[in-house]
C-alpha cells in the first residue's frame, strides 16, 4: 500500500518562507513523478510544481522562481521550498505520485496560511 505524509505546513507571514516534505512508503519511489497540489477554500485543486522521475520541473507560472520542488530518491521524499510567500499561497498543499507500477496516490494535505 502506498502512503504519502505531508509535512512542514503552517502560518507564515508574507514574504517568509516554508518548506514543505513528502515523505513516500510501499513505492519503490525512483520510477515515480512526484508533484505537489494545492486547494484555496472555494478553488479547484490546482497543480503548483512537478518533478519527475529523472529530475525535469515545470512549475505553474504563479510560483515561478519562488517554489523549487526537488527530490532524495534515497529517502523518498519530495520536497517544496516556498519563499517570497503570498496571501494568494494560502491552501491546502497535496502531495501527489504518480507509479508506473501503482497508478496514482495521494496525501492527506498540509495547511499553508499566509498572513499579510
Known amino acids: 500500500q502506498v502512503q504519502l505524509v505531508e509535512s512542514g505546513g503552517g502560518l507564515v507571514q508574507a514574504g517568509g518562507s516554508l518548506r514543505l516534505s513528502c515523505a513516500v512508503s510501499?513505492?519503490?519511489?525512483?520510477?515515480?513523478?512526484m508533484s505537489w497540489y494545492r486547494q484555496a477554500p472555494g478553488n479547484e485543486r490546482e497543480l503548483v510544481a512537478a518533478?519527475?522521475?529523472?529530475?525535469?520541473?515545470n512549475y505553474v507560472a504563479s510560483v515561478k522562481g519562488r517554489f523549487t520542488i526537488s527530490r532524495d530518491n534515497a529517502k523518498k521524499t519530495v520536497y517544496l521550498q516556498m519563499s517570497s510567500l503570498k496571501p494568494e499561497d494560502t491552501a491546502v498543499y497535496y502531495c501527489?505520485?504518480?507509479?508506473?507500477?501503482?497508478?496514482?496516490?495521494w496525501g492527506q494535505g498540509t495547511q499553508v496560511t499566509v498572513s499579510s
Open positions: 501527489k505520485l504518480d507509479s508506473p507500477l501503482r497508478g496514482t496516490s
Open positions: 510501499g513505492s519503490i519511489f525512483t520510477f515515480d513523478a
Open positions: 518533478i519527475s522521475s529523472g529530475g525535469s520541473t
